[in-house]
């Protein structure tokens, strides 16, 4: 099923974004805007930022940034449809879901494979680095030169290739995923 383009709009016009960020944090107003300490990270200090005119929010401390659909997104580990019905259902919109046509299907199922086989192919090269001795020995000696530290390799989802022009195609296939892809 998929939320008609009119429907989503009609979703983000009636949403107000300081009642839904006051659902779960605490504003105050300074100036034109509002602040507090942000939920996605622990601070002292407020670098969470909303501007009720723009409809945004945005946090100097760690980026986030977004309007009333990212942020129940963010702050509810949400996908877009589920942070749509949520504020849909907040402000009584009412959501009339048209069906895929076949090939919006095919678009969708396409785009999932491909996000499954990305997955699969960060998850080889990430093994590589960390298990096996050419990684280790090659590829982290290589970014520990470069000041890299294991929190930094691992928040950018750091891996390693062997010398071996078709090691993934080999491991994809030998796990069942479509060499096509």
């Given at each position: 099923?998929?939320?008609p383009?009119?429907?989503?709009?009609?979703?983000?016009?009636?949403?107000?974004?300081?009642?839904?960020?006051?659902d779960?944090?605490?504003?105050?107003?300074?100036?034109?805007?509002?602040?507090?300490?942000?939920?996605?990270?622990?601070?002292?200090?407020?670098?969470?930022?909303?501007?009720?005119?723009?409809?945004?929010?945005?946090?100097?401390?760690?980026g986030?940034?977004?309007d009333?659909?990212?942020?129940?997104?963010?702050?509810?580990?949400?996908?877009?449809?589920?942070?749509?019905?949520?504020?849909?259902?907040?402000?009584?919109?009412?959501?009339?879901?048209?069906?895929?046509?076949?090939?919006?299907?095919?678009?969708?199922?396409?785009?999932?494979?491909?996000?499954?086989?990305?997955?699969?192919?960060?998850?080889?090269?990430?093994?590589?680095?960390?298990?096996?001795?050419?990684?280790?020995?090659?590829?982290?000696?290589?970014?520990?030169?470069?000041?890299f530290?294991?929190?930094?390799?691992?928040?950018f989802?750091?891996?390693?290739?062997?010398?071996q022009?078709d090691?993934?195609l080999?491991?994809?296939?030998?796990?069942?995923?479509?060499?096509?892809?």
């Open positions: 099923m998929r939320i383009e009119e429907t989503v709009e009609r979703i983000r016009q009636a949403s107000d974004i300081l009642e839904v960020i006051n779960f944090v605490s504003l105050k107003k300074r100036g034109s805007n509002y602040i507090a300490c942000c939920p996605f990270h622990n601070e002292k200090t407020p670098s969470f930022n909303v501007n009720p005119v723009r409809q945004i929010y945005k946090c100097f401390g760690c986030k940034a977004g009333a659909v990212r942020f129940v997104m963010d702050i509810e580990n949400i996908g877009y449809g589920e942070a749509l019905r949520y504020l849909a259902k907040k402000y009584g919109v009412e959501i009339e879901e048209q069906e895929q046509t076949p090939e919006e299907l095919l678009r969708q199922n396409e785009r999932e494979s491909l996000l499954i086989a990305l997955n699969f192919a960060k998850t080889y090269f990430q093994e590589l680095l960390q298990k096996t001795d050419e990684g280790k020995s090659i590829g982290l000696s290589y970014f520990r030169e470069r000041g530290t294991n929190p930094t390799i691992d928040a989802e750091l891996g390693y290739s062997l010398d022009w090691g993934l080999q491991e994809g296939t030998k796990r069942g995923y479509n060499p096509d892809m």
